[in-house]
């Protein structure tokens, strides 16, 4: 005898907005009215015989019921996506899908992509350029590389690369005439960011002066880093993501002054899955290409 079961419309729509705590956003996320989520919800608690959500105020909140079913839900479709999406690799065998930040996927990975890409002719690879972190099953992603302190819940992780905080200008900034004592800085055209050690730099250039205020600030570092490249200031940046322009001659480091960046590159992947041929193939190739050194 088959199990009796609600509609797994109603479910889906449960943990959803189980897990917004809310019918509006539920109803965004699915594409649907919010009288469609709210219909949903009200059939599946009549099929229950409980009630799964309570008001408070302007709020809906689980009740016990509706958090114990709301977890198992969603346990049962991380399974079932999990199981589809691992089918689905199976199916495109040659394709490798690598989840990276913005900044690294511009100015480390593609310039040097073409040399994995030689090597694996038969593949098919595709890079999702996203600052959030991947979620390996609904988006089919295999491998990601991220900067940050590690390790994250839920995954494995596997340090890949340390980074340092340069000082770099165009070589064209102020046509040709750069600072060449660390003072010249105080007179300067700085750009600010949040997230870069600029205390931190210049402890170690043995100078003191205040963090860059005013101008323009991205949250992605290569949009920073083009404004270097356009001749508008000066600006400390991960070496990683201008070690490509130092090379060609774009940009110069300015001072022999470099600070060890708090954060690491790591490449993740699922927790539970053991990584495939393809991910142990790009994590030997990103080996290698660290040792380059170009």
């Known amino acids: 005898m088959a199990p009796r079961l609600p509609p797994l419309t109603t479910l889906r729509c449960l943990e959803v907005a189980a897990r917004l705590e809310s019918f509006s956003q539920a109803a965004e996320e699915l594409h649907v009215t919010h009288s ?35 977890e198992r839900v969603r346990s049962a479709l991380g399974q079932i996506a999990e199981a589809t999406a691992s089918l689905g690799r199976r199916g495109r065998p040659n394709r490798l899908t690598i989840s990276v930040l913005p900044s690294f996927a511009s100015r480390w990975l593609m310039p040097r992509i073409g040399r994995f890409i030689g090597e694996h002719p038969g593949w098919e690879v595709n890079i999702e350029s996203n600052p959030e972190m991947a979620d390996f099953v609904r988006d089919g992603v295999d491998v990601a590389i991220r900067f940050g ?37 105080a007179s300067a055209p700085l750009l600010r960011t949040d997230i870069e050690p600029w205390l931190r730099w210049c402890a ?10 005013g101008g323009v600030e991205f949250s992605d570092a290569a949009m920073n880093l083009q404004f270097v490249l356009d001749g508008r200031g000066i600006q ?59």
Not at 204 to 213: C, F, N, S, T, V
């Open 149 to 185: 302190r590690g390790p994250w819940p839920n995954v494995q992780t596997e340090w890949f690369m340390d980074d340092q905080y340069i000082l770099v200008s165009s070589p064209k900034l102020n046509r040709g005439r750069l600072p060449t004592k660390v003072s010249d800085l």
């Open 204 to 213: 170690a250039a043995g100078i003191q002066l205040p963090p860059p205020i």
């Open 36 to 70: 469609a989520i709210s219909h949903q919800i009200k059939a599946l608690e009549e099929f229950l015989g409980v009630p799964l959500f309570a008001r408070k105020g302007r709020r809906i909140v689980l009740t016990d019921d509706g958090r114990y079913l709301a």
């Open 236 to 294: 400390l940046a991960r070496r990683s993501i201008a070690a490509a322009e130092i090379a060609k001659g774009t940009l110069v480091q300015l001072f022999d002054v470099s600070v060890p960046a708090q954060q690491s590159y790591f490449l993740v992947w699922p927790q539970h899955i053991a990584p495939s041929d393809k991910v142990l193939a790009f994590r030997e190739w990103l080996l290698k290409e660290k040792r380059r050194r170009k």
